[in-house]
């Protein structure tokens, strides 16, 4: 009996060592999981973020997994400050269910992250780009974000279920989905097509009426001082006419009197001829500075009709009618149908209709094409909505009864 004992003994103490041993080694779990994919020229980054409650005591073992085949570029620590300082993390890999899980020991930080170079990411199509983003989480997890990085030129063509636009680092927005509740297993997608527009460079519209109003007065400004500078020459070359021909008694010329002064003299001469009402000639200088002011004032008027002429209107080319409204980073694009109201004309009324989206937080220029009934929609989805724009549009009488598709591919932003 006694050895038995002994040996029940033994079993308890080797159990009593070996299960808070197995319960230390159990993967802490992240309160939240961020997927970001930044594409580049030379093919996507993946960066899968996890962040631990902070309840979890330091250090702790975590796992991490990413689409199995991804080649690691970096596994490691974020402290929040200079990305030099961040510390890499030695890991171990195993490949599971399609995925590679990554585990290894949080020591410095509540933040883990693995940038990974996967494949097949991102696949030009001819309207454009299609970005299919899956990851698959190997445990259970309260909140999952995928964010996709892109240039605010970009449009959406193809919205994706569930995500939407948010703010980015300046000159990029990103595109995103959230999923709470995420179960071990179930993949997590954002899929969906757009175009870079433009330029996939940061970029801030300046509105077209702004621009003409700069040109026109630096136009302006070129004609006033081609003005200033002729009246200035004849005005000169006139007193000094009157300055040689009418020399009064008693102030002879000498080189050192001052030009002004000689000036002064001038003037005072030709006043006296004109109130003695002498020749004509000596009329010449008063002629011609009303003649330039005459002509100066009519520059201006001209200017200032032009400016108030064109300012707020649209631009029209063919069969294109286009505002820019506002100096807003547009991020969507939204193709609205109209249609023509007997005894309308959509040509004539399109100042009318592309003006009522002045009133519109976000919206930053339209195109309106007129053959085909369409208006085009330049807009910061974050500011406002095609419900917005369909609002202000409504008591023009000329919104479709249907609702259009949004984003239309073949006519992206301006």
Known sequence: MKLVSRWAALAVLALSLVLPAAALAAPATFSSVEVAVHPEQTGAVMIVSGTLAEDVALPAEVELAVPAGARLQWAGEIL?????????????????????????????????QL??????????????????????????????????????????????????????????????????????????????????????????????SNNDSIVLVAILGAVLLAFAGLA????????????????????????????????????EVEA?????????????????????????LVVIGLAAGLALGSGGKASVIGDVATLQIASVDTCTTSNIALKTPEGADLAKDANDILGRLKSVTGVGNASLYIKESRLEVAYCDSNTSEELIRAA??????????????????????
Request: aromatic fraction near 6%; proline fraction near 10%.
């Open 272 to 296: 006296e001829s004109v109130d003695e009402a002498e020749p004509a000639g000596t009329h010449a200088r008063p002629r011609t500075q009303i003649y330039l002011l005459v002509g100066v």
């Open 80 to 112: 929040g400050g200079s990305p030099d300082a961040d510390p890499s993390v030695d890991y171990k890999v195993e490949t599971r269910d399609g995925l590679d899980v990554y585990s290894f020991s949080m020591k410095s930080s509540r933040t883990a």
């Open 393 to 414: 549009l409504e008591p023009t009488g000329y919104l479709a009864d249907s609702a259009p598709a949004t984003g239309d591919p073949s006519a992206p932003a301006q």
């Open 115 to 208: 940038e990974i170079l996967p494949s097949d990411l991102v696949t030009t199509t001819p309207t454009g780009m299609l970005a299919d983003v899956t990851w698959t989480p190997s445990t259970d997890l309260p909140r999952v974000t995928v964010n996709y990085l892109l240039p605010q030129t970009a449009s959406v063509l193809t919205p994706a279920d569930g995500a939407e636009m948010s703010a980015g680092p300046e000159g990029y927005s990103y595109y995103v989905r959230t999923v709470d509740n995420a179960k071990a297993g179930e993949p997590i997608s954002l899929k969906f097509g757009y175009s870079l527009g433009a330029a996939a460079a940061p970029t801030t519209t300046t509105p077209k």
């Open 232 to 267: 200035v020459g004849v005005v000169r070359k006139a007193q000094a006419k009157a300055a040689a021909s009418e020399q009064p008694a008693g102030k002879p010329h000498t080189a050192r009197m001052p030009k002004l002064e000689a000036l002064a003299e001038a003037d």
